[in-house]
């Protein structure tokens, strides 16, 4: 709390799909202790009433340069970035909540068609690029593909590192902004009254954050934009004179799973006094409906070489293709294989798969100083006599488990790295209300996994199915929140035990 002083003018405000669905929630609560903005500020209330804009042409050019700027400069480098466009409905939106001086996101029933960001400041001047410098900065707290280090805990106000600023500003398929700047006086900043602040919201479109996706895709830049981009590329941005034509592509599909295909946004004319709507119960239940779609095995090519993947634990499940008896890439090795291997040669060459591809798990074993060469399984690997960086593959077991299986009994975490075999969950795990889940995102390990899986939106009630778990080390916290008809309880500081964390297969 002591972070959140005078001492710094600057405050945000977190939003992720997830945290999202908390904080409406409990909306009713959080409305009923923000006061209402009632003075005017005559000097914009004239203007206003001129018809002027909340943004001058100068900040609108300033804001979307450098997000298109800090878009073209990710690390490590996107594959799918596009380029930003200003767009005048966001920006009417952004206006229409910037009048209502409320610190917290909305209006509600815009929040699952738009993403949102927000800034506020008082005292020194600052230009608006300051805020959204400030967004970006959150990638010190942001590992790419996860945020590991940045789960902020964000029933009511956020505290620990947030990054969801920076995800949605570097959002990938998020190319429209529109942003206005409105001064609020006397506005309510989780219970300290500012006397005067400079309130700054973008809208973007589509939404980004995404429940369980990274915000881009990783590779060179502009070699993976949607057709509809026809090829063109700008400063490391997808990009085609005139804008684009916009129909979803199939990164779309895949992308946007949670909720339907946003829709054009569409608002009521700026009404500074105007109440937003209080969501009803029924809004609320229907927001906490979650579908994951995050998977923990990467699909790789014949060819792909595993030091070319992404780094972490997330990256030691892999699925092959068939048919890569045909071109298996370089294999350095036999039993362990050079980095430089190709991961499903070194499959085929160790009998973890066939040419019908398959999953296999990669285990690194760091370096050794030789590799032999032999021909195995269709697959005649190389010899080396330098030091290298090595891993091994083995198949991954499959396991059904019950509703009220642990990871704590089931696979309890260890270092340095652990797989634990894809699970097969029994339908109907929603009914055993006897067993417990702990937290949101990062489970507690002696929560069930089944239905830790149902309420992260990886499994369905209904069909039960196939996940991944991944057994992590323990976390201080864990959130509770209502998702998917469950209603998970909150911890914290464990004594013992560790987290989990559960991925579709898809
Ligand atoms: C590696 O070194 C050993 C002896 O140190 C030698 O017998 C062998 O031929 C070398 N292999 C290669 C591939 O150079
Ligand atoms: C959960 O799934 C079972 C089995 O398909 C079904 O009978 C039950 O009605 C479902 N429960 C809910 C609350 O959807
Ligand atoms: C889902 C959620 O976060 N609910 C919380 C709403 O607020 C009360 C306290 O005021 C909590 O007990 C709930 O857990």
């Given at each position: 709390?002591k972070?959140?002083s ?11 799909q997830?945290?999202?669905?908390m904080v ?7 409305e009923?202790i ?8 005559e000097?914009?209330?004239?203007a206003?009433?001129?018809g002027?804009?909340a943004?001058s042409?100068?900040d609108m050019?300033?804001?979307?340069d450098?997000h298109?700027k800090?878009?073209?400069q990710?690390?490590?480098p996107?594959?799918n970035m596009?380029y930003m466009?200003?767009?005048?409905e966001?920006?009417?939106?952004a206006e229409h909540w910037?009048?209502?001086?409320r610190?917290?996101?909305g209006?509600?029933?815009m929040l699952t068609?738009?993403?949102?960001n ?11 690029t300051?805020?959204?410098q ?11 593909p996860y945020s590991?280090?940045?789960n902020p805990?964000c029933p009511?106000?956020c505290s ?9 500003l570097?959002w990938?398929t998020?190319?429209r902004i529109?942003?206005?700047?409105n001064v609020?006086y006397?506005?309510n900043?989780w ?11 973008c809208?973007y479109?589509?939404?980004g954050n ?7 895709k990783y590779g060179?830049?502009c ?5 509809s981009y ?10 085609k004179?005139?804008?684009v034509d ?11 799973y949670?909720?339907?295909e946003?829709e054009p946004?569409r608002?009521r004319e700026?009404?500074?006094r ?5 969501p009803?119960?029924?809004?609320n239940?229907e ?5 994951s779609?995050e998977?923990?095995?990467q ?6 070489k595993?030091?070319d993947?992404c780094k972490g ?5 892999y ?5 890569c008896?045909?071109s298996?890439g ?7 294989y050079?980095?430089q ?8 060459h ?5 040419n019908?591809?398959?999953w ?6 760091g370096r050794k100083q030789q ?5 195995k ?5 190389l010899?080396k ?10 198949s991954v077991?499959v396991?059904?488990v019950?509703c009220?299986t642990t990871?704590?009994?089931f696979?309890p975490?260890k270092?340095?790295?652990r797989?634990?075999p ?5 339908r109907?795990?929603l009914?055993?209300?006897q067993?417990?889940v ?8 002696k929560?069930s996994?089944?239905r ?11 069909s039960g199915?196939y996940l991944?778990?991944m057994p ?6 864990y959130s509770?929140s ?5 209603t ?6 464990p004594?013992?035990?560790k987290?989990f964390?559960?991925?579709?297969v898809?």
């Amino acid at each position: 709390d002591k972070r959140h002083s005078s001492s710094f003018t600057s405050l945000f405000l977190c939003l992720t799909q997830t945290v999202l669905a908390m904080v409406l929630t409990n909306s009713t609560k959080l409305e009923s202790i923000l006061d209402k903005y009632s003075d005017k500020d005559e000097e914009w209330w004239r203007a206003r009433s001129r018809g002027k804009r909340a943004i001058s042409e100068g900040d609108m050019h300033l804001i979307l340069d450098l997000h298109n700027k800090l878009r073209g400069q990710v690390h490590p480098p996107a594959s799918n970035m596009e380029y930003m466009v200003w767009d005048y409905e966001l920006e009417r939106s952004a206006e229409h909540w910037a009048y209502s001086c409320r610190w917290e996101h909305g209006p509600s029933h815009m929040l699952t068609q738009i993403g949102q960001n927000l800034g506020a400041h008082w005292g020194r001047d600052r230009p608006p690029t300051y805020h959204v410098q400030a967004w970006y900065d959150e990638v010190r707290y942001y590992s790419y593909p996860y945020s590991q280090e940045c789960n902020p805990h964000c029933p009511f106000r956020c505290s620990g590192p947030v990054c969801t600023h920076y995800t949605q500003l570097v959002w990938a398929t998020s190319n429209r902004i529109g942003c206005a700047i409105n001064v609020c006086y006397n506005m309510n900043v989780w219970g300290m009254i500012w006397a005067k602040a400079v309130y700054l919201v973008c809208n973007y479109s589509p939404p980004g954050n995404w429940w369980g996706h990274a915000p881009y895709k990783y590779g060179a830049p502009c070699s993976a934009c949607p057709a509809s981009y026809g090829g063109g590329c700008r400063d490391n941005l997808c990009y085609k004179d005139g804008g684009v034509d916009r129909r979803p592509a199939p990164e779309l599909e895949e992308t946007n799973y949670i909720e339907p295909e946003p829709e054009p946004v569409r608002d009521r004319e700026p009404q500074p006094r105007a109440q937003t709507p209080n969501p009803s119960p029924n809004d609320n239940l229907e927001r906490n409906q979650v579908v994951s779609t995050e998977q923990m095995c990467q699909q790789v090519d014949c060819e792909t070489k595993l030091r070319d993947r992404c780094k972490g634990t997330t990256c030691n499940r892999y699925e092959c293709p068939p048919g890569c008896l045909d071109s298996p890439g370089k294999v350095v090795g036999t039993g362990y294989y050079d980095m430089q291997s190709s991961v499903c040669g070194a499959a085929l060459h160790s009998g973890v798969i066939d040419n019908d591809g398959g999953w296999l798990d990669v285990t690194r074993l760091g370096r050794k100083q030789q590799f032999t060469k032999s021909y195995k399984n269709g697959i005649q690997s190389l010899g080396k006599n330098r030091s290298a960086n090595s891993y091994k593959v083995e198949s991954v077991p499959v396991k059904a488990v019950r509703c009220d299986t642990t990871v704590a009994l089931f696979c309890p975490f260890k270092k340095p790295v652990r797989h634990c075999p894809r699970l097969y969950c029994p339908r109907n795990c929603l009914h055993d209300s006897q067993t417990r889940v702990i937290g949101t995102k990062y489970y507690a390990d002696k929560s069930s996994i089944c239905r830790a899986a149902i309420h992260a939106g990886v499994i369905q009630n209904e069909s039960g199915g196939y996940l991944d778990v991944m057994p992590v080390d323990k976390r201080n916290q864990y959130s509770g929140s209502y998702q998917n008809g469950i209603t998970s309880e909150s911890l914290l500081n464990p004594t013992s035990g560790k987290a989990f964390r559960v991925f579709a297969v898809i």
